[in-house]
């Protein structure tokens, strides 16, 4: 079964501090990966999707993500933190064919001034 | 332009009662999600709808759980005889369902709290 795993469920940066959030996906085909943010009381908001167009993938924000399919993964990653970014986010998937996601567990992002 | 919405934002009841919950898409958007959130669970998936029809309600937990949708648009799920382990916060989303890479839009959830 096609499914993600992110690889920590908490990460700490300082402010101006390059962030790197994990993930990697189990599939024997490309999947269609998204990288999700939830802020403390809002909704899911959509920060970047990839659809095999490009392996480099530019979201929100200044968040970048780039699929590797030789390390089946996809990675999420901004150059300089803001606390403003202090957030839960999640790595998802979806089957070929289906149109339920597939969640992460999650990694709540910390960001110390 | 008005994003999904969702209602009641909060519901607390008492374990045996029913809930209706209940969610409007953004316009235009044939596709509709709902979603389940909880502590022990993470983020799962429960029913899909394309128009009115339900081509996928594999996440449904228990035949305690049911959901429609009416007119292409307006969805209600509703969980009879609520059990404490219901208690989550429902997520709905929407997509123009144009292809498959079409992106689904959250509301802002609703929490339920089974007492």
């Known amino acids: 079964a096609q499914s993600v795993t992110q690889l920590d469920s908490h990460v700490s940066v300082s402010e101006g501090t390059p962030v790197l959030l994990r993930c990697n996906y189990s599939?024997?085909?490309?999947?269609?990966l998204f990288w999700y943010v939830q802020h403390p009381n809002k909704g899911l908001q959509l920060l970047l999707k990839?659809?095999?167009?490009?392996?480099l993938v530019k979201g929100i924000n200044g968040f970048e993500a780039e699929f590797k399919k030789s390390e089946t993964s996809f990675h999420l990653t901004k150059p300089s933190a803001h606390m403003s970014d202090a957030a839960e986010y999640f790595c998802?998937?979806?089957?070929?064919?289906?149109?339920?996601?597939?969640f992460g567990s999650g990694t709540r992002l910390q960001v110390q001034p | 332009g008005a994003g999904v919405s969702q209602s009641p934002s909060n519901k607390v009841t008492e374990k045996g009662k029913d809930v209706e919950l209940r969610c409007d898409p953004i316009?235009?958007?044939?596709?509709l999600y709902w979603y389940r959130q909880s502590l022990g669970q993470g983020l799962e998936f429960l029913i899909y709808?394309?128009?009115?029809?339900?081509?996928?309600k594999s996440g449904l937990p228990s035949d305690r759980f049911s959901a429609e949708r009416t007119g292409g648009s307006v969805s209600t799920l509703t969980i009879q005889r609520t059990q404490q382990e219901d208690s989550a916060v429902y997520l709905c989303?929407?997509?123009?369902?144009?292809?498959?890479?079409?992106?689904?839009?959250f509301g802002p959830g609703t929490r339920l709290t089974v007492l």
């Open positions: 990839y659809t095999s167009a490009a392996t």
């Open positions: 709808f394309q128009g009115n029809s339900a081509p996928d």
């Open positions: 989303a929407s997509s123009l369902a144009s292809g498959g890479t079409d992106t689904q839009y």
């Open positions: 599939s024997s085909y490309s999947p269609s």
């Open positions: 998802v998937s979806r089957y070929t064919g289906r149109r339920a996601l597939t």
């Open positions: 316009s235009g958007h044939t596709a």
